[in-house]
């Protein structure tokens, strides 16, 4: 089996959870580098662009988290072999992904331009995606987002779900998925309650 190497930020989130917890669920060993927002600004010249995570496959770095995470679905049987069924689970990761990109682009501002542009995140687009994932979730049976089973898109969106509900965004309330979209709390839970993820968490409170 290939060596792997996953270099992310050390904290439970982000762009790079899902690809650990992939690799939790699909008992694929590798080696969780987390660095500190120092050591990234001291490295981050020599990633492919700039930015993590990264994950290293025998030595070879791979970029971008939704790329990471289907090269790892695969390898864990968490990644759809149907093409259209992959294609639902790419459309929600790239959502995600855009959705992100707009909350983690307000990050360096100054409080005032913060809580404005996060404010209206939270009455646009926000709210859109979040009904538009609540939709999607109900369209397809109310329990995963792709192949009526669990995939990457069920852990791309448990984590950035996590990041709402632990109320760590300053101006964007913490119920806002409760209140939005409740059905992607249910997911959340059930994500949350299952037996390789609450294993893959235990380790971090021994
Ligand atoms: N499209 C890339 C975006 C990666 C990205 O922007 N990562 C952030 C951290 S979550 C980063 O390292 N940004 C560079 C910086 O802020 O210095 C992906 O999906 O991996």
């Given at each position: 089996m290939s060596k792997l190497k996953l270099t992310y930020?050390?904290?439970?989130?982000?762009?790079?959870e899902p690809a650990r917890l992939i690799m939790a669920l699909g008992d694929i060993p590798f080696e969780d580098e987390r660095i500190s927002f120092e050591e990234h600004f001291d490295t981050l010249k020599n990633r492919p662009f700039e930015a993590v995570p990264v994950l290293e496959v025998d030595g070879r770095v791979i970029s971008q988290s939704n790329t990471i995470n289907r090269y790892l679905g695969k390898m864990a049987g968490l990644?759809?072999?149907?093409a259209l069924q992959a294609a639902l689970c790419d459309e929600v990761m790239a959502a995600v992904e855009d959705a992100t990109h707009m909350v983690v682009a307000?990050?360096?501002?100054e409080d005032e331009e913060k809580k404005a542009t996060r404010e209206s995140l939270v009455a646009g687009p926000i709210t859109v995606y979040l009904k538009r994932f609540e939709q999607y979730l109900k369209d397809r049976g109310?329990?995963?987002?792709?192949?009526n089973r669990l995939t990457i898109a069920d852990l791309k969106i448990y984590s950035w779900v996590g990041s709402f509900t632990s109320g760590?965004?300053?101006?964007?309330?913490?119920d806002i998925v409760n209140k939005t979209a409740p059905l992607l709390i249910e997911h959340y839970d059930r994500i949350h309650q299952h037996p390789k993820v609450v294993a893959y968490y235990s380790q971090f409170n021994a």
């Open positions: 930020f050390d904290f439970h989130g982000g762009r790079g990644y759809p072999q149907d307000t990050f360096q501002m109310g329990e995963y987002f792709a192949d760590m965004l300053d101006y964007v309330p913490a």
